[in-house]
């Protein structure tokens, strides 16, 4: 088994690892997040199964995600589409990633959509995924594990049905952008793990705001804490989705 994640802040990947573990705890991991991830184009076969994990931005699925795991194919393939997100909403995103698989030789199984703390405001989904989302997304990998069994059995499962329309929604970006402060010593740490290389290498206190798609992996992996986002936008947004935002989500199952 493999499990594909594109986590820059890491929530994805522990919402991944819940799942993928729990189905195989020998699973080889790729992530999706470095653009050398996949430098192999990456063919499965039938027998072999693939959990693909990837965080919502505006309801979609980001492009540079897609646009890699192009290069992992399948020949009917079993695979588990999974979206994270923040306690808004997941929108067309699980759809659109289960699309983006069968498009390359998959079929999909399952689907999930869970939640992990929200990578710019914070102060929504703390902490998650939880001991709650723990519990129940092991739950959903052992109605998982079953229907793998059936069809590795020889069972012709139907397709899934997932949430989603398909003229999915417009994605509008993120205003966004982390910046450096006085603090950054140009280390050079943000630069070499940017998932679209916006940060420059030779000047990484610089970001290249047409490129970033403000994932906040700088912010989450600057050792001098140096990178941040205006903190009045923050406050903006924070109030703006408080409606949205602020009741519990619970993950979901489409089997």
Known sequence: MYIAHFSPTGGTRRAAEIIGRALDPQATEIDLSTPKSVATPLDLSHDEVLLVAIPVYG????AIALERLKRITGHDTPAIPVVVYGNRDYDDALLELKTALEATGFRS?????????????RVYATGRPDEADKHL????????????????????????????????KPYN??????HASRACNRCGTCAALCP????????????DTSKCISCMRCIAVCPQQARKVSKLKVALSIRMLKKACESRKEPELFI
């Open 196 to 207: 679209v290389g916006a940060i420059p290498l030779d000047n990484p206190s610089k970001t």
């Open 109 to 121: 199984i399952a689907g999930v959509a869970c939640i992990a703390e929200h990578s710019i405001m």
């Open 137 to 168: 997304l092991t739950q959903f990998a052992a109605r998982i594990a079953d229907k793998l069994d059936a069809v590795k059995s020889g069972t012709v499962p139907a397709p899934i049905e997932v949430k989603g329309n398909p003229q999915y």
């Open 59 to 62: 309801g979609r699925v980001p």
């Open 173 to 178: 970006g993120v205003p966004l952008k982390p």
